[in-house]
DNA sequence: CGTCAAGAAAGTGTCGACACTATTGCGTTC
DNA sequence: GAACGCAATAGTGTCGACACTTTCTTGACG
């Protein structure tokens, strides 16, 4: 039985018994596929078979190959001319790449709104984070990473460009996986803490200097902790007694 | 005879008489529909026919929603559930934004590159200059609009994160097509020469700030010309008697 | 005359089928 | 027994068709 035949319902389960097809199960795709990925329940390096997603998903192979192809441009998956999609490797490197990318964009971010910012929108920002950080590492895992992530997209909102929140969201969903399980780890719980707040201290004064280097270390922080992470997030991928000769591949 | 009935011919002609389909027509279709964006022959704001798309081009809609959806992650169109594809609207902020993302990214591209960059890798840039700078300014609009690219993503490149590079390609993908128009003006072609003259020497002598200076303003003189390009661009598109009543709409 | 509603037309979203390509397994040859 | 090639299988790329939604047209009613 080699045929997975697990069903993986979508997200949004059709609340019909009818066949009717009803919205928008491109999107409904885009959203499972994607979650799929983030949680690893697709593995790096692995070839995407479009039949058997879109039987568990339970939608024809075309809704399935526009999410792909969203994915594909997302960074998410890639596309190799009739082989098919493969899910994005997890490299180290390209995790850095995608923290410093991060990092140019919220440094900047922070600038623009420094300068541009009306006082009632940087109180906004700290309306936010007083409202979360009372109870904020006592939340699960994943609210503490949506709360962190409305942070950040919060001051990319208030920079005025929103080219910037989409390139964060877009950076954010990229590394979420990650940062989930740095975030299970409780390291430095604290320190994310205080940061934000001197962040929150630094907008108000409008100390750009210092809001820039707070979060250039708030980010290099978390990505000294990615190195652990990334082994633990392999070994729990690759189970153990689970030979990955499979998807061990000579590089080039 | 509204049925727009010219044949765009796909860009790599299939040179067999036989119908066979032969290869990866999706990909063709993506290139053709963004020159088609970037030409104007797709106006902003206009409703995207896909049946009428895949007439001109002579596939089926498959590879034609394929296509867009690609062009819709890269912001190029957007896409309203059930009433189809838009081409991305031509306002003026939404292009400083852009112009702003990039010179943000070129920023910091720079700046990596003096901190990584082997001396070599350095003299590599410089090469690449001094061989296009002969003729620069004789150089038809596109050449001199790719060679220019070809400098900023070369930086890129030496930064040593891939994620910069192809942020910056998707940048220079969607303004591509006001900065042709302004290349046309031949505005102000020798302060471009002077100024990446003056990039490479700061990049050869690691001089970060001033590498970043020069860059903020190389990129900041053009987003000025930017307006009128703007303007004539309009122009351009919108034909004098046509009434462009249809697509001028109430704006938030 | 203008407004609104119902029907017609146009257009998108999804499907199942088929052509073509890559991969796997098997038999043949050395 | 190993390497090679060939057939069988699995999987992607594209198509035409159809269901559903939006938009346009037309005609009744005020």
Chains 1, 2 share one sequence.
Request: net charge neutral.
């Amino acid at each position: 039985m080699n045929e997975r035949s697990e069903i993986i319902a979508l997200s949004d389960p059709q609340t019909e018994g009818e066949t009717r097809r009803s919205a928008d199960s491109s999107e409904r795709a885009y959203n499972t596929i994607r979650k799929l990925l983030v949680e690893f329940k697709l593995k790096p390096e692995e070839r995407i078979n479009e039949v058997q997603l879109s039987r568990s998903l339970g939608v024809s192979r075309t809704p399935i190959r526009e999410a792909l192809n969203r994915l594909a441009s997302e960074g998410f998956v890639s596309l190799t001319p009739n082989r098919g999609f493969f899910v994005r490797s997890l490299s180290t490197e390209g995790l850095l790449d995608l923290y410093e990318l991060r990092t140019i964009i919220e440094c900047a971010a922070f600038r623009l709104m420094c300068q541009r910012a009306e006082d009632d929108q940087i109180e906004r920002l700290r309306a936010y984070w007083t409202a979360i950080v009372e109870g904020y590492q006592d939340h699960p895992p994943d609210v503490i990473l949506a709360e962190d992530e409305g942070f950040h997209l919060l001051i990319a909102e208030l920079s005025g460009n929103p080219e910037l929140v989409h390139q964060l969201s877009s950076i954010n969903a990229r590394i979420r996986f990650i940062r989930r399980i740095q975030i299970e780890h409780r390291t430095h719980d604290k320190a994310q803490v205080s940061s934000h707040s001197a962040i929150v201290e630094a907008a108000m004064n409008r100390d750009i200097e210092r809001g820039v280097e707070l979060l250039r270390n708030h980010i290099e922080m978390t990505v000294s902790a990615t190195q652990q992470a990334l082994k633990d997030a392999l070994l729990k991928v690759f189970a153990p007694g689970d030979a990955s000769s499979k998807t061990r591949r000579r590089r080039a």
